[in-house]
C-alpha cells in the first residue's frame, strides 16, 4: 500500500512540476512572440477628423480637428474598444496595399463584438495625402499611421488598436492551427483551385485563395469580404482549440514574424485570460455603396447617410454602463 501511495504521490508530482514547466514555456513563448509583435503607432493628436462637421469626403487634408481621441488603456480598463485589422498584399519594390480592412468593436460588458469590412475601392479622402483615392492606397502612400487616421475619419470614431497581418503569411497561420473548415456557398475556381459549393476543408494555400477571389463572386468585394471575416473566425476559434495550444510554439513563432500590432504583452494577456471567454456574441454589419468608374478608374462610393449609419452602429455597439467583468 506504501509503495503505491508514492507511486502515485510521484505520479502527482511528475504531473504537477511538468505542468507547471509547461505553463512557464508557454509563457516566455508568448511573450517573446508578443514582443515582437508589438509597434507601437506614431501619435497624432487630437484623433479622427469628424466627417460629419466637415460635409464628408469632399473636405479638404488640412489639420485633423475630430474631438474624439483613441484610447489605448481600454484593454486594461475593461471598457468597450475598437481594432483595425489590415491584411497587406506586398509586392516586390512596393510597400503593399492593405487589401484586407476589418473593424473590430469589442465591448466587454456586453459580451458581444461587432466586425465589419471596409471595401477595399471604397473612395475616400486620404488623411496627410490631401486628396481623395481607394482607402486602401493609405497603406501605400502611408503604411499603418495613415491607414488608421484615414479610416478614423471615414468612420469618424477613433481607432484604439490595430492588427497588421502579411496576406503571404496568412497561408503559413492556417497550416499551423491544422487547416479551417468554411462554409462556401458559391461554386467558383481560383488559382488553379476549384471551390465547390459547400462544406469545404482548406489548407493555407487554398485558404488565401478563397479569401483573395472577388471577380467571379456576383456580390464582388462584399461577397469576398464575408469569406475573409468567416477565415478570420474560424482562425481564431483553431488557434485556441486543443488542437491549437498543442502546437502553440510554432503559432506563436509564425504570429511574431507575420504580425504587427500596437497591443502589449499585458494586453493581450488581459484579452485572453477575461475579456475573450466573455464574448458570447458576434455580430457584422456591411457597409453599403455603389460601384461608380471616375476618370476611368472604378471606386465604391459610400454616401454621407451610409457613413452615418455605420457611425451610429459603431457608436450603439460601444455604449456601455454595466460594470467591468
Given amino acids: 500500500m506504501k509503495r503505491w501511495l508514492k507511486m502515485t504521490l510521484g505520479a502527482v508530482a511528475l504531473l504537477v512540476v511538468g505542468g507547471a514547466a509547461y505553463t512557464v514555456y508557454v509563457y516566455h513563448s508568448f511573450k517573446t512572440a508578443a514582443d515582437a509583435m508589438y509597434h507601437p503607432r506614431s501619435i497624432v493628436q487630437p484623433g479622427a477628423v469628424s466627417i460629419l462637421a466637415t460635409g464628408g469626403a469632399g473636405c479638404s487634408a488640412g489639420t485633423n480637428t475630430g474631438t474624439s481621441t483613441p484610447n489605448p488603456a481600454a484593454i486594461s480598463q475593461f471598457k468597450p474598444f475598437t481594432v483595425l485589422v489590415l491584411g497587406v498584399d506586398r509586392r516586390p519594390h512596393d510597400p503593399g496595399r492593405s487589401d484586407t480592412m476589418i473593424v473590430l468593436s469589442m465591448n466587454p460588458a456586453k459580451g458581444s463584438m461587432l466586425m465589419f469590412n471596409i471595401p477595399r475601392d471604397t473612395r475616400t479622402e486620404l488623411i496627410g495625402r490631401g486628396r481623395e483615392d481607394k482607402i486602401n492606397h493609405a497603406f501605400a502612400f502611408g503604411g499603418v499611421d495613415m491607414s488608421i487616421r484615414t479610416v478614423e475619419h471615414f468612420l469618424n470614431h477613433p481607432i484604439d488598436y490595430y492588427v497588421q497581418m502579411n496576406m503571404e503569411g496568412f497561408a503559413k497561420m492556417v497550416d499551423l492551427v491544422g487547416g479551417v473548415e468554411v462554409y462556401n456557398p458559391l461554386d467558383f475556381q481560383?488559382?488553379?483551385?476549384?471551390?465547390?459549393?459547400?462544406?469545404?476543408?482548406?489548407?493555407?494555400?487554398e485558404a488565401l485563395a478563397y479569401a483573395r477571389m472577388r471577380?467571379?463572386?456576383?456580390?464582388?468585394?462584399?461577397?469576398?469580404?464575408?469569406?475573409?471575416?468567416?477565415?478570420?473566425?474560424?482562425?481564431?476559434?483553431?488557434?485556441?482549440?486543443?488542437?491549437?495550444?498543442?502546437?502553440?510554439?510554432?503559432?506563436?513563432?509564425?504570429?511574431?514574424?507575420?504580425?504587427?500590432?500596437?497591443?502589449?504583452?499585458?494586453?493581450?494577456?488581459?484579452?485572453?485570460?477575461?475579456?475573450?471567454?466573455?464574448l458570447k456574441q458576434m455580430d457584422t454589419v456591411e457597409v453599403k455603396g455603389h460601384g461608380s468608374k471616375i476618370n476611368g478608374v472604378y471606386y465604391y462610393i459610400v454616401d454621407e447617410q451610409e457613413r452615418q449609419r455605420i457611425h451610429g452602429v459603431l457608436e450603439k455597439h460601444l455604449v456601455t454602463t454595466s460594470a467591468s467583468p
Avoid at 481560383?190 to 494555400?205: I, P, S, T
Avoid at 514574424?257 to 477575461?274: G, K, V
Fill in 190 to 205: 481560383y488559382e488553379g483551385h476549384h471551390f465547390a459549393q459547400g462544406d469545404l476543408n482548406l489548407n493555407g494555400v
Fill in 215 to 278: 471577380f467571379d463572386d456576383p456580390r464582388g468585394d462584399l461577397g469576398r469580404n464575408a469569406r475573409q471575416r468567416e477565415l478570420l473566425k474560424q482562425i481564431l476559434a483553431q488557434s485556441i482549440s486543443k488542437e491549437g495550444l498543442l502546437r502553440v510554439k510554432p503559432i506563436l513563432e509564425a504570429a511574431g514574424e507575420q504580425i504587427r500590432t500596437d497591443i502589449t504583452f499585458d494586453d493581450m494577456t488581459t484579452f485572453l485570460t477575461r475579456i475573450g471567454p466573455s
